[in-house]
């Protein structure tokens, strides 16, 4: 894998780290905790079929476990931020849309291929409010990476990924929202959906 994975998942709360469990423990723990190793199942398949896939192939392939796992469309507007409310049904969409072929592009451009790496999750997961929090860990090339992710039931009651923490505080809305706030404020949605794809096609080159 490329190192880019380690700043593309950038991502702002201080974690308390519990035992790491195998995969089949956290999967029976938890819903939420389910919710990400399913996911992570999706995306070392992904891995393992990486090269033949091409990065096409694997854009495709991870776009439903995407969509699955992550809440995008809330992602979306907790990275725009208040102004969200004022924007136009039609502006909404295409920020989703560029939003997520973003968030699979990024996926599919950095988890290229497998090399023996590891995902664990963690069974013990953390209540914050209306939110679970999810940790785990990246095991790859003697380095243990954690991942944690802030969950949050959707309207269909299932529990999705509503941001990203490396390293147990960096968080991904957080860090877009900075990056993205600039180009709002001065272009309006038109500006950021434009950016926000440029950085998709960036990715998929």
Sequence with gaps: MKNALFGALSLVVTLLFAPI???ALAADADPAAAQVQSFYDALLDTMKHGKQLGLNGRYEKLKPAVEQAY????????????????????????????????TIA??????????GEKFTVDPAVQTR???KVVMSKLVTGGQSIPFN?????????????????LNGFVSELATRRSDFGATLSSGGAPALIKKINALADGLMK
């Design 129 to 131: 409010g209306v939110d």
């Design 149 to 165: 992710y802030r969950m949050r039931q959707s309207n269909g009651g299932t529990w999705k990924i509503v941001d990203v923490y």
């Design 21 to 23: 469990a195998t995969p």
């Design 71 to 102: 809440d995008l469309p809330l992602m979306t507007s907790l990275v725009v931020g208040s102004s969200w409310s004022t924007l136009s049904a039609g502006d909404q969409k295409e920020l989703i849309n560029a939003f997520e072929r973003m």
């Design 106 to 115: 990024n996926y599919a451009k950095n988890f290229d291929d497998f090399s």
